[in-house]
């Protein structure tokens, strides 16, 4: 028999019962308690626990394996997962979905030399006596310039009326493609947790 009453204890101001039992499982026998109507006994108590023997060895299944990915699965496929290493596919690579590189527009630019003058100030000491002088130099620079260009500008007739400046836009990659992958999983074995009799 895979289900044994070892014994019960009535719920006071309830309608059912404890039912103490062993469970036989894949081989090994767990203590296990759980709830019955109040008004069996004997052979009527035992037919109705052996009717429910898949739902109590599920229940201890559930007690010693609480991450497995057949949690919910009938008793035999959890089984099965037992008898098979009880492993679950754990995803290490998640997959990607392919994409086409996203592309923006803006102005393009140039590096320019600038002159410009730098003045200077100092204070020297000539003859006894301190003069401030002031010294003049041209400096070179490199500056980050936005490109232009001139276009011709018309009035509402047609009629050219002069020269209009516009920047000279270029496309860029805002962010590169990306090649799709294939999700990559692991079997990973789950470890069976410590029974603790609950009688």
């Given at each position: 028999m895979a289900i044994t009453i070892n014994k019960t204890t009535a719920i006071e101001n309830d309608h059912r019962q404890w039912v103490f039992m062993t469970v036989s499982v894949l081989g090994e026998n767990y203590k296990y308690v759980y709830t019955a109507p109040k008004d069996l006994s004997g052979d009527a108590l035992q037919s109705y626990i052996d009717g429910r023997e898949d739902f109590y060895k599920k229940k201890v299944l559930r007690n010693l394996y609480p991450d497995a990915d057949v949690y919910n699965s009938s008793l035999e496929d959890f089984e099965a997962w037992v008898s098979a290493g009880c492993k679950n596919a754990v995803v290490t690579t998640p997959a990607v979905e392919a994409s086409d590189a996203v592309m923006g527009e803006r102005q393009k630019?140039?590096?320019?030399?600038?002159?410009?003058?730098?003045?200077?100030?100092?204070?020297?000491k000539e003859g006894g006596k301190y003069v401030e002088k002031t010294t003049t130099e041209t400096m070179t620079k490199q500056v980050v310039s936005g490109v232009t260009e001139e276009v011709d500008l018309f009035d509402e007739d047609g009629n050219k009326i002069g020269k209009h400046t516009i920047p000279v836009m270029e496309s860029y990659e805002v962010s590169p493609a990306v090649e799709a992958v294939d999700e990559v999983t692991e079997d990973v074995v789950i470890s069976k947790k410590t029974w603790v009799d609950s009688h």
């Open positions: 630019t140039k590096t320019i030399e600038v002159e410009e003058e730098v003045s200077n100030t100092e204070i020297v």
